[in-house]
């Protein structure tokens, strides 16, 4: 079973960065896995942040684009999302996905507040 630790979240002013991480363990194939960052905020549906492939191709959502950037070290087993300019919106808990064929793994989720 693929384990996924998030951490790097916190309290931040609006304006504010944070950079968050997630570490995979018990996986041979995190080079090939998609990697992903979701969010739910209270009373709403989790939705996608980021998302990064096997070939380093992206996508965001659109409310993040220009201020997130999602990275991946292969040999550190470990995807990044650096969060600039933070907005009271972004408040939520943010959790890291690893996806290979048709598997999903989630971490548990490390909570952003964005003071305004």
């Known amino acids: 079973q693929v384990r996924l630790v998030e951490s790097g979240g916190g309290l931040v002013q609006a304006g504010g960065s944070l950079r968050l991480s997630c570490a995979a363990s018990?996986?041979?194939?995190?080079?090939?896995?998609?990697m992903g960052w979701y969010r739910q905020a209270p009373g709403k549906d989790r939705e996608l942040v980021a998302r990064?492939?096997?070939?380093?191709?992206?996508n965001y959502a659109d409310s993040v684009k220009g201020r997130f950037t999602i990275s991946r070290d292969n040999a550190k087993r470990t995807v990044y999302l650096q969060m600039n300019s933070l907005k009271f919106e972004d408040t939520a808990v943010y959790y890291c996905?690893?996806?290979?064929?048709?598997?999903?793994?989630w971490g548990q989720g490390t909570q952003v507040t964005v003071s305004s």
């Open positions: 996905q690893y996806a290979i064929s048709s598997r999903e793994y």
């Open positions: 018990r996986t041979l194939f995190f080079t090939i896995a998609a």
């Open positions: 990064m492939d096997s070939g380093g191709n992206t």
